[in-house]
């Protein structure tokens, strides 16, 4: 990615508003830990979550090295 110039790209307060989707599944996350008394269960919800925003980042970096790839070619 050497190749790649670095820009510095402003973004909106809109582009980071959360959708229904996501509050929908922070409330229902947060209902279900709140319900749990078994510290065992606790440290497995949290070791899922930390895969999971893991994994969205795997996909953030991959959507934005194709982007730039996209971006270069049409130069």
């Given at each position: 990615m050497e190749d790649f110039e670095i820009l510095a790209v402003p973004f909106?307060?809109?582009?980071?508003?959360?959708t229904l989707e996501d509050q929908?599944?922070?409330?229902?996350?947060?209902?279900?830990?709140?319900?749990i008394?078994?510290?065992?269960?606790?440290?497995?919800?949290?070791?899922?979550?930390?895969?999971l925003a893991a994994q969205r980042q795997g996909l953030i970096r991959g959507l934005c090295i194709r982007l730039a790839a996209a971006e270069t070619k049409e130069q």
């Open positions: 909106n307060p809109e582009d980071f508003q959360e929908f599944f922070v409330a229902k996350i947060t209902q279900s830990c709140a319900k008394d078994d510290a065992y269960e606790l440290k497995r919800i949290i070791e899922k979550l930390a895969q």
